[in-house]
């Protein structure tokens, strides 16, 4: 029978279906962190129960870790008790972890992946929403509760109901100054932040073949937004060239056999998917976020809408978001000013998305009153900056370069944007207080923050392009 | 670790007409630090209960400061609990003393997680929200888990609503998903094996 992606992998990880339940789902990798694991922990302990299998378990600590003078200890009393609960957790139950100062610590989306631990056909769970990233590289990966994380402590499984099945088309070139951050945004403003809940969500098309790992990580990063269980994304040459040789990858004969596995792992031609959508990438413009939702998003050049331009039943929310964010309904977002840039989090902070930021500011100066963050995701990201010198482009342009974590993303850490603030974000929630209690959040992806970086104000990067 | 059972909720409930609720607006970030599940409840909604994050000063106009409302249902509009997998968005629901979760749409991880604290969530259609919405402040829905219906006492309006047998039985019996677990750890190893 012709089967999706999704379903290929899911049938190979289910140990048995509970008649009129759900079914009991295999996970081959488990990713923690410091926030959402030591009830897990103290659950399992409780039980008097051992932790089944430490070895497919990593952790690092990312969303609560300060990013500027990581060496120290933490100051705030209970940010250093839930590291240090993560260490000694780890220690106990022999389980590895890429803690401060490691060499590999970083955001967990995004180590998991530079490390060659996320590789196609796994089952991937993390007590973080964003787990969805990894299905860049064709697995299933989502986000579970604290509850999941403890029974896949006890016992490496899950019940899980099967989702529905999507795919999501793009095909045609991408516009200048269009990046996989705007594909995504897009997708949300035309589907809603509730748009895919109940389903694995699968993007195709020759649009999403020609982006880079690190591009498909940021679109599959989103997934959650639109309420889907996962995202996925077949893998190809792009995917096994990026895992070859990485600390963790099979290699010699394991890598020859995984890879012929890998290459099966695809949607068979025939197979119909229980909703599908297409999309002309040219339809795509740099994206920004004018609301309180990620769904809430509209092309640059474009005005904000008005309520009477809402169906009736989301007038009030509009109304509600608009407050909120004090920008007026029907207006320009271009021009609308910022005080805060922040380039960071799991969505975008590799790499290739520094590197982006760093081409673009070379020789240009970040207007006065803005103060710009850039927070690598990984210990790596950051060294790589440093190897190449965009360290010193960055300094030049006024950024300022912090460490690896979290960061403003969530505003857990210090790393907060006060109320009433604007932040132009490349990170993946617009929330009502996410990046601290009454911060207003745009989001947009890395060069359309570093567009306003300079300018002072929401600005259509393209035009600013040679 | 069982949780407590739920069988009939007969109770007022406190109405959340707000879309679209995240977890980040349930419990803001800044109080996941916590190392234990207790002592939630107290920051629930919390950006939307307090001024300026100060806890003497109660926003007047949100409906958990409100006297005349309360209960052990919460009614909200359609997409509550998305964004992050916080199960303390569940645990601090449950901390505040609600049992039940009523809206139009749920957001998956977040049901996930209410079910797996021992808090129902009752999907129900657009119109019957609605009515619950237009309710007196005093009004009584019941929520019957063994026959899967709600009903407005007052009006007697009803509406069944979709559980999995599964699920249904954890609740109704207080078991939880890793006793279930556990007790099959013999076909883990020989899928494992295999
Ligand atoms: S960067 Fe933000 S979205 Fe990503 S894992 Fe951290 S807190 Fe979650």
């Known amino acids: ?466 | 670790m069982s949780k407590n059972k739920i069988n009939i909720i007969h109770s007022t409930f406190v109405p959340l007409n707000i879309e679209n609720v995240d977890t980040d607006q349930i419990i803001p970030a800044r109080f996941l630090k916590g190392t234990t599940r207790d002592g939630f409840g107290k920051n629930l909604f919390r950006d939307w209960r307090y001024e300026n994050d100060d806890d003497s000063k109660p926003k007047k106009d949100f409906v958990l400061n409100q006297s005349e409302y309360k209960g052990q249902i919460l009614v909200a509009g359609k997409n509550f609990g998305c964004g992050s997998s916080r199960e303390h968005a569940a645990w601090a629901i449950h901390d505040a003393g609600f049992t039940a979760v009523v809206s139009s749409f749920f957001a998956d991880i977040f049901k996930n997680n209410a079910l797996n604290n021992g808090v129902l969530p009752v999907t129900v259609s657009e119109a019957f929200l609605k009515q619950i919405f237009e309710q007196a402040n005093n009004a009584i829905l019941t929520i019957n888990l063994p026959d899967q219906t709600i009903t407005i006492d007052a009006t007697g309006e009803k509406e069944s609503f979709e559980i999995n047998n599964y699920k249904k039985e954890c609740l109704l019996n207080g078991y939880d998903d890793i006793d279930y677990l556990l007790s099959i750890m013999n076909d883990i190893e020989i899928f494992e094996s295999a």
């Open chain 1, 1 to 466: 029978m012709a089967k999706t992606l999704f379903e290929k992998i899911w049938d190979k990880h289910i140990v048995k279906k509970i008649e009129g339940g759900p079914s009991v789902l295999y996970i081959d990798k488990h990713l923690i962190h410091e926030v959402t694991s030591p009830q897990a922990f103290a659950g399992i302990e409780k039980r008097g129960l051992q932790i089944f299998r430490p070895k497919q378990i990593v952790a690092t600590a990312d969303h609560n870790v300060p990013t500027l003078n990581q060496h120290l200890p933490i100051k705030e009393k209970l940010s250093r008790q839930q590291v240090d609960t993560l260490i000694k957790n780890c220690t106990n139950h022999h389980i590895e972890l890429f803690g401060l100062g490691h060499p590999y610590q970083g955001i967990v989306h995004v180590i998991g992946p530079e490390l060659g631990i996320t590789q196609p056909g796994m089952t991937i769970v993390c007590g973080d929403s964003h787990t969805s990233t990894h299905g860049a590289f064709g697995a299933i990966a989502f986000g579970i509760g604290t509850s999941e994380v403890e029974m896949v402590f006890a016992t490496q499984c899950l019940l899980q109901s099967k989702p529905k099945q999507m795919r999501i088309n793009i095909n045609g070139s991408l516009k200048k100054g269009v990046l996989a951050k705007d594909i995504v945004l897009y997708i949300l403003s035309k589907i809603s932040a509730s748009g895919a809940t109940g389903y694995a969500v699968e993007y195709a098309g020759d649009t999403i073949r020609n982006l880079s790992m690190e591009g498909r990580m940021t679109v599959c990063n989103m997934s959650i937004e639109m309420g889907a269980r996962c995202g996925l994304i077949a893998p190809d040459e792009t995917t096994f060239k990026y895992i070859h040789g990485r600390a963790f990858a099979p290699n010699g004969e394991g890598w020859i056999k995984a890879l012929q596995y890998w290459k099966t792992l695809y949607s068979d031609d025939n197979v119909v998917f229980d909703k599908e959508i297409n999309i002309d990438a040219a339809d795509i413009s740099p994206m920004i976020t004018y609301g309180t939702n990620p769904g809430m998003g509209i092309g640059v050049n474009e005005n904000v809408p008005t309520a009477n331009a809402m169906a009736e039943s989301d007038r009030a929310s509009f109304v509600k978001a608009m407050d909120y964010m004090g920008i007026a309904p029907g207006a320009a977002i271009k021009g609308q000013k910022v005080d805060y840039v922040f380039i960071g989090s799991c969505t975008n902070s590799r790499i290739e998305d520094l590197r982006l930021v760093s081409d673009f500011v070379k020789g240009k100066h970040k207007a006065p009153q803005v103060e710009v963050w850039i927070v690598p995701g990984s210990k790596q990201v950051e060294q790589q900056a440093i190897e190449e010198g965009i360290d010193k482009i960055f300094e030049e342009a006024g950024f300022q370069l912090r460490q690896p974590g979290c960061s403003a993303c969530l505003g857990m850490n210090e790393d907060k944007i006060p109320a009433g603030k604007y932040c132009i974000s490349t990170s993946n929630r617009n929330f009502e207080g996410r990046q601290g209690a009454g911060a207003r959040t745009l989001l947009a992806s890395p060069l359309s923050a570093a567009a306003a970086a300079i300018t002072g104000y929401v600005t259509d990067v393209s035009k600013m392009l040679q």
